[in-house]
């Protein structure tokens, strides 16, 4: 019995291939390693490289490695560059799902987890977003991950797959330094990079309905996010017979981009230039944080680390990478 896990060599993905190890789970990865790193993923776990799009190497991997259920991972994750690309959000992230559902339906795989995003709520007006809060995402990112959960669903219980849908929150840090995250997407490797730099971090706004007027956010440490995937995958019957499940994985507590500012300055030591308020950006809520009851409750699971714990263990991370100069 082998797990497939597409993104595998990813920041995410790497963390749940550790995590999925430690378990005791036999692994193969599929990525593409457009951003992915090799290097991440332990020589003993086999990577196939390659897309999901490519039918007959998902097809091939599945049978030659054993595989009876699919962690799926890889996809495009930039709000910005979905606005500028829908073509190819939609493509990579609702076709090369397709794909993979089909050569998963044809093996007979009876487990399957989808990785899913906050951004399919949108800009929910409610103190916790819990899992019946409506889903209006507002750009083709959430639009193609709410797409993809309802594939993942409807093809679960037509085919007889055992199927999960986490819906991560904001994460962050990393469970050791050569796993950390080496985007700048994110805030608090935004943050890292323009200190990095000798430029005053940004926080898009301040006038928000919140205590401090910046934007309130629930993040994750991504060691926890791994873990929650381990969970999960523990959770589906193996004989596909468990229905469906959609989860959110965040903590269930905000901070604001201008407490993360303050921590980062801490975490780092540099605390000059301070952070500079500009506009706001278009679409981004005022708090989006997440009610976790249903995973605590469901898949036993209960987020361990704290957010200092996420920043240290990031800036960590990135200077064990070399971004700081």
């Given at each position: 019995?082998?797990?497939?896990?597409?993104?595998?060599?990813?920041y995410?993905?790497?963390?749940v291939?550790?995590?999925?190890?430690?378990a005791?789970?036999?692994l193969v990865?599929?990525?593409?390693?457009?951003t992915?790193v090799?290097?991440r993923l332990?020589?003993?776990?086999?990577?196939?490289?390659?897309?999901t799009?490519?039918?007959d190497?998902?097809?091939?991997?599945?049978?030659?490695h054993g595989?009876?259920g699919v962690?799926?991972?890889?996809?495009?994750k930039?709000v910005?560059?979905?606005?500028?690309?829908?073509?190819?959000?939609?493509?990579?992230?609702?076709?090369?799902l397709?794909?993979?559902?089909?050569?998963?339906?044809a093996?007979?795989?009876?487990?399957?987890?989808?990785?899913?995003?906050?951004?399919v709520?949108g800009?929910p007006?409610v103190?916790l977003?819990?899992?019946e809060?409506?889903?209006?995402?507002?750009?083709?990112y959430?639009e193609?991950?709410?797409?993809g959960?309802w594939?993942v669903?409807?093809?679960?219980?037509a085919?007889?797959?055992?199927?999960s849908c986490?819906r991560y929150?904001?994460?962050?840090?990393?469970?050791r330094?050569?796993?950390?995250?080496?985007?700048?997407a994110?805030?608090i490797?935004?943050?890292?990079?323009?200190l990095?730099?000798g430029?005053a971090?940004?926080?898009f706004?301040?006038?928000?309905?919140t205590?401090?007027?910046?934007?309130v956010r629930?993040?994750?440490?991504?060691q926890d996010?791994?873990?929650a995937?381990?969970?999960a995958a523990?959770a589906?019957a193996?004989?596909?017979?468990?229905?469906?499940?959609?989860?959110?994985?965040?903590?269930?507590?905000?901070?604001?981009?201008?407490?993360?500012?303050?921590?980062?300055?801490e975490?780092?030591?540099?605390r000059?230039?301070?952070?500079?308020?500009?506009a706001?950006?278009?679409?981004?809520p005022?708090?989006?944080?997440?009610?976790?009851?249903?995973?605590s409750?469901r898949?036993?699971?209960?987020p361990?680390?704290?957010?200092?714990?996420?920043?240290?263990?990031?800036?960590?991370?990135w200077?064990?990478?070399?971004?700081?100069?």
């Amino acid at each position: 019995m082998t797990w497939l896990i597409t993104g595998g060599a990813g920041y995410i993905g790497a963390h749940v291939v550790e995590a999925m190890r430690r378990a005791g789970e036999p692994l193969v990865v599929l990525d593409d390693l457009s951003t992915g790193v090799a290097a991440r993923l332990p020589a003993e776990v086999p990577l196939v490289r390659g897309s999901t799009l490519d039918g007959d190497l998902v097809a091939r991997t599945i049978r030659e490695h054993g595989v009876d259920g699919v962690i799926h991972l890889a996809a495009r994750k930039q709000v910005g560059e979905s606005v500028e690309q829908p073509l190819r959000y939609y493509r990579e992230n609702v076709h090369g799902l397709t794909v993979l559902l089909e050569a998963v339906v044809a093996a007979g795989v009876r487990r399957f987890v989808l990785s899913s995003s906050a951004a399919v709520y949108g800009m929910p007006d409610v103190d916790l977003v819990t899992e019946e809060t409506p889903c209006l995402p507002i750009n083709p990112y959430g639009e193609t991950k709410l797409a993809g959960e309802w594939l993942v669903r409807a093809t679960g219980r037509a085919h007889g797959v055992s199927t999960s849908c986490l819906r991560y929150f904001n994460v962050a840090g990393a469970a050791r330094p050569q796993l950390a995250d080496t985007g700048a997407a994110n805030i608090i490797p935004m943050f890292f990079e323009a200190l990095s730099r000798g430029e005053a971090p940004r926080i898009f706004g301040d006038d928000y309905p919140t205590p401090d007027g910046t934007g309130v956010r629930d993040y994750i440490h991504v060691q926890d996010l791994a873990d929650a995937h381990v969970a999960a995958a523990g959770a589906l019957a193996p004989d596909g017979s468990g229905g469906d499940l959609t989860v959110n994985i965040g903590t269930g507590e905000g901070a604001s981009v201008r407490e993360m500012a303050d921590l980062v300055a801490e975490v780092t030591g540099i605390r000059e230039p301070a952070a500079e308020v500009v506009a706001r950006r278009p679409g981004d809520p005022a708090r989006v944080v997440a009610s976790v009851q249903r995973a605590s409750t469901r898949l036993e699971w209960t987020p361990r680390h704290t957010l200092p714990d996420m920043v240290s263990s990031a800036w960590e991370g990135w200077r064990a990478l070399g971004r700081h100069r």
